[in-house]
Each structure stands twice: as C-alpha cells, then as structure tokens.
C-alpha cells in the first residue's frame, strides 16, 4: 500500500508539473513583451541616471565654484574688516591726541592764571600798602609831607 500510494502521488506530482510547466505561445508572448518593457524602462532608467549624473557633475563644478568665489569674498571683507579696525584705532588715538594737548594747554592756563593772580594779589596787597602811605601824606603848598611828620612837628610845637 505504501507503494501504491506513493506511486499515485508521483503521478499526480507529474501531471501537475505537465500543466504547470508547459506554457503556451500566447504566454512566452506575453512575457517577451514584458521582458522587452523592462528593459525598455531599464534603458529609459539609465538614460535617466547618465544625465541625472551630468547635471550633478555639472552642479558639482558650479558649487565648487560659488564656494571659491564665497571664500574669496569672506577673505576681502575679513581684509576689510581688519583695515578699518586699525582705522578706527588710529582714529581712537588721533581724538585722544587733541584732548591730551587740550589738558596740557589747560594745565599750562591754569599755572599761568595761577602766576597772574598771585601776582594780582601782590599787586593788591602793594596798591593797598601805597593807598594806606597816601593817607599817611597830606598835600602843603610846599610838597608832601607825611601825617606823621605832623603830628611829631605839633607834638615839638606843643611841648
């Protein structure tokens, strides 16, 4: 039984594989058609990625460039940047110098109208001793004579 059994599923394997494996005309047809569509489409597809790849080549070289050109251009102003610093460093210094020289003109003023009003008080305090002498002097018809000398003659006159 066993054998018979197996025989019979040999048999049915076989006439499965007959159906199945046999294709008809209008099937390899079929499938030539869709064979000649992939490889159509794998034509078209690689057609597609040659100029997909030249445009990136092409895009590649222009990056490239722009990127140069960008680096270029961030030197100039980095060139720039440190030229006018240095300006206005200069710059920084050449204000400082007027006000340096104005402190010095104002602390050459200052002594000087310190030295004019030590003078000046000199002046004062010589003009008020010259004023209190003139009191001092009374005008005769002959010349200036003192007060003092006065008041000494009437003092001789008196005794």
Request: glycine share 6%; net charge positive.
């Amino acid at each position: 039984m066993k054998t018979f059994g197996r025989m019979k599923m040999w048999f049915i394997l076989s006439i499965g594989v007959l159906v199945v494996g046999c294709a008809s005309v209008q099937d390899a047809r079929i499938l030539d058609r869709e064979v000649d569509i992939l490889h159509s489409r794998i034509n078209a597809l690689q057609k597609e990625n040659k100029s997909l790849e030249s445009k990136m080549s092409a895009l590649s070289a222009e990056n490239q460039k722009l990127r140069t050109d960008l680096l270029f251009r961030v030197e100039n102003v980095q060139s720039e940047v440190r030229t006018l610093s240095t300006s206005v460093e200069e710059y920084k210094d050449y204000v400082k110098r007027p006000s340096k020289e104005i402190g010095r003109v104002k602390e050459d003023v200052d002594g000087r109208l310190k030295v004019l009003e030590e003078g000046r008080k000199a002046l004062e305090e010589k003009n008020k001793a010259q004023e209190e002498r003139i009191r001092g002097w009374r005008i005769v018809s002959r010349g200036w004579k003192r007060r003092s000398d006065r008041q000494s003659r009437k003092s001789r006159v008196r005794r």
